[in-house]
C-alpha cells in the first residue's frame, strides 16, 4: 500500500520564478491538504482539496494555487517566488470522513528560493 | 481562531528518564491528534484522541486527554535516542477540517 509521494524531493528557483509541486495521495485516501514548514517552526496550512475543489484556505497569498485531479493527485503551484518561500512543502491525504486515523505526510519539497 | 500552545519547546533529557510534553488550548476541542517528525523527517501520525479524560498508550508513550478537553498531555517513559525528534499535537479548526499544528516539543536525548 503506497504512502504519500511527493516530487521533487528539493528544488532551487531563482527568486521571480514559478514553481510547480506534484504530491499523489495514499491508496484509498481522498483529500490532500498542503502545508508549509518553515525550519524550526510546525507545518502551517495552505490548502485542502476535495473532490477536486478547494475546500478550504489558510492564510496564503494568492500567488499560491492548487489543484487537484480526478485520481485524488495534486498540485501546488507558487509564482513570483519570494527569498521567504523557502521551505519544507508537505502534502498530506486523509479521508474526508475522518475515521480517527490522521493525516498521512509525503516526505516533502525542499524548496529553497535564491 | 482555535490556536494551540505546547510546552516546551526543547526538551533536553537524559537517556532513561521520563519527560512530559503538554499542549494547551482556549477553546474547548472535538478531539487532538500527535505526530512525531523526526530530525530531516516528515510528520508521523501517532494517535487521535476524542474522548474526555481518556489516556492510550503505545509502549513508552502515554497520551492523555484532559477532562475539559481543552489540553492533552505526551508522557515518555525511559527514553531513548529513538525518542529524538519534534512532537506536534494538532487540533481540527470548527466547523472544517483544517488541521491546525502546534510549534511543537523538539526533544534531544543525552546518551
Known amino acids: 500500500d503506497a504512502g504519500v509521494t511527493q516530487s521533487p524531493t528539493h528544488l532551487i528557483k531563482t527568486r521571480g520564478q514559478q514553481v510547480t509541486l506534484r504530491c499523489s495521495p495514499k491508496?484509498?485516501?481522498?483529500?490532500v491538504s498542503w502545508y508549509q514548514q518553515a525550519l524550526g517552526q510546525g507545518p502551517q496550512f495552505i490548502f485542502q482539496?476535495?473532490?477536486?475543489?478547494?475546500?478550504q484556505r489558510g492564510n496564503f497569498p494568492d500567488r499560491f494555487s492548487g489543484h487537484q485531479f480526478p485520481n485524488y493527485s495534486s498540485e501546488l503551484n507558487v509564482n513570483a517566488l519570494l527569498l521567504g518561500d523557502s521551505a519544507l512543502y508537505l502534502c498530506?491525504?486523509?479521508?474526508?470522513?475522518?475515521?480517527?486515523?490522521?493525516?498521512?505526510f509525503g516526505s516533502g519539497t525542499r524548496l529553497t528560493v535564491v | 481562531g482555535q490556536q494551540v500552545m505546547q510546552i516546551p519547546q526543547y526538551q533536553h533529557v537524559q537517556e532513561g528518564e521520563d519527560f512530559t510534553t503538554y499542549c494547551n488550548s482556549s477553546?474547548?476541542?472535538?478531539?487532538i491528534q500527535w505526530y512525531k517528525q523526526r530530525p530531516g523527517g516528515h510528520p508521523v501520525f501517532l494517535i487521535q484522541?476524542?474522548?474526555?479524560?481518556e489516556v492510550k498508550k503505545q509502549k513508552r508513550l502515554t497520551f492523555q486527554f484532559g477532562e475539559a478537553k481543552k489540553n492533552s498531555s505526551l508522557h515518555i517513559t525511559a527514553t531513548q535516542t529513538t525518542d529524538v525528534g519534534t512532537y506536534f499535537c494538532?487540533?481540527?479548526?470548527?466547523?472544517?477540517?483544517?488541521?491546525?499544528f502546534g510549534a511543537g516539543t523538539t526533544v534531544t536525548v543525552r546518551a
Open positions: 482539496y476535495y473532490e477536486e475543489e478547494e475546500r
Open positions: 491508496s484509498g485516501h481522498d483529500t
Open positions: 498530506a491525504s486523509s479521508l474526508i470522513t475522518g475515521s480517527g486515523i490522521g493525516y498521512t
Open positions: 477553546t474547548t476541542l472535538s478531539n
Open positions: 494538532a487540533i481540527p479548526r470548527s466547523n472544517d477540517y483544517k488541521l491546525s
Open positions: 484522541l476524542v474522548k474526555s479524560g
